[in-house]
């Protein structure tokens, strides 16, 4: 099976937990060991958002802190790559060229941003699409997809399920600048409408939940296009 998944920025925390990282890893390994075909994208997080806000300081224009976002993201991937070793295609992609001769490897992908005004959730929705992916995993900072901001909303409840358009809907309003798409962008979801992408999105704190849909479990929330 081919696998996409996107690892949140949380992983990558300006106190990088190493433990936690190397979990991510090694489910990341085992899920390559079993013969399936792996890429992941990994997000910026905090990191990221530091720097962004550091440069609005300064003047920089969405462009620009975008170019910034971006190579924090490759950072975050290329301490990915280290956590798993010889397992991972050992340089990070940088665009879908580099994605699809890395992947003919057999070895695990793993990159970030490709470019300006396009978040790593759309990156991940786009590699899914031209590697003609199984199934793509999100993690993020909830358990799955909830009608309401859980960060804001304690009662808020998780969707078991949801449609894009549903999903269009909850994201409309979300502003579209640098570092602020925190649970999916609108790109992201086009593309998964268009290509008919199975995708779900798990919680990040258990990397093993991302094993636990390739499986067939239901954890999270699953889009359906």
């Not at 940088?94 to 396009?118: C, N, W």
């Not at 995993?137 to 804001?152: E, N, R, S």
Request: proline share 4%.
């Amino acid at each position: 099976m081919k696998l996409v998944t996107k690892v949140g920025g949380s992983l990558f925390r300006h106190n990088l937990d190493h433990q936690r990282i190397s979990a991510y890893a090694k489910v990341l390994k085992g899920i390559h060991k079993q013969g399936h075909q792996v890429v992941v994208v990994a997000g910026g997080g905090e990191c990221a958002r530091t720097y962004i806000g550091a440069a609005r300081v300064f003047g920089a224009n969405e462009a620009q802190c975008d170019q910034i976002a971006i190579q924090v993201t490759r950072l975050n991937a290329q301490l990915l790559i280290s956590a798993i070793g010889d397992d991972a295609f050992p340089e990070v992609a940088e665009s879908v060229e580099d994605l699809r001769k890395y992947f003919t490897a057999g070895r695990i992908v793993v990159m970030g941003g490709l470019q300006p005004a396009q978040s790593t959730d759309a990156v991940a929705a786009i590699v899914a699409e031209s590697i003609v992916a199984d199934l793509l995993v999100k993690t993020i900072d909830a358990p799955g997809i909830c009608a309401k901001d859980p960060k804001k909303y304690p009662d808020a409840k998780m969707l078991t399920e949801i449609r894009v358009q549903e999903l269009l809907k909850l994201i409309r309003d979300k502003p579209m600048i640098a570092g602020s798409y925190e649970l999916m962008d609108p790109i992201a979801v086009r593309v998964i409408e268009r290509s008919k992408i199975r995708c779900w999105v798990v919680s990040g704190d258990d990397p093993t939940n991302i094993k636990k849909v390739l499986d067939g479990k239901h954890v999270g929330t699953r889009v359906v296009a």
